[in-house]
């Protein structure tokens, strides 16, 4: 059983940036793909992206370029950098945790943090 408790959102300006973290309990983040996932008011839960227990990263089309997703172990924390952020990147961030290896569907993902709220104004 792993619990996740996100931190690190707020209330920013575009082209500000911000950083979340996801401290985990429990276990240890170094056995399990790390996921980060959007969700806006009214939409479905979105993928964000991963870091998985070997490095490997992938990031959404939306993300790529502006958002960096990276783990320490000793920590058993997970962070997801935030860079020229936009309005559209406002909703509550959810941490991940799944055993599967490398996976992006919400579905797939075992343990859950409550989330915490992101608001990019214009």
């Known amino acids: 059983q792993v619990q996740l408790v996100e931190s690190g959102g707020g209330l920013v300006q575009a082209g500000d940036s911000l950083t979340l973290s996801c401290a985990a309990s429990?276990?240890?983040?170094?056995?399990?793909?790390m996921g980060w996932f959007r969700q806006a008011p009214g939409k479905e839960r979105e993928f964000v992206a991963y870091n998985s227990w070997t490095g490997t990263t992938y990031y959404s089309d939306s993300a790529k370029g502006r958002l960096t997703i990276s783990r320490d172990n000793d920590k058993n924390t997970v962070y997801l950098q935030m860079n020229s952020l936009k309005p559209e990147d406002t909703g509550v961030y959810h941490c991940?945790?799944?055993?599967?290896?490398?996976?992006?569907?919400?579905?797939?993902?075992?343990?859950w943090g409550q989330g915490t709220q992101v608001t990019v104004s214009s």
């Open positions: 429990g276990d240890t983040v170094s056995t399990y793909t």
């Open positions: 991940a945790a799944a055993k599967s290896f490398g996976v992006i569907s919400p579905s797939r993902y075992d343990y």
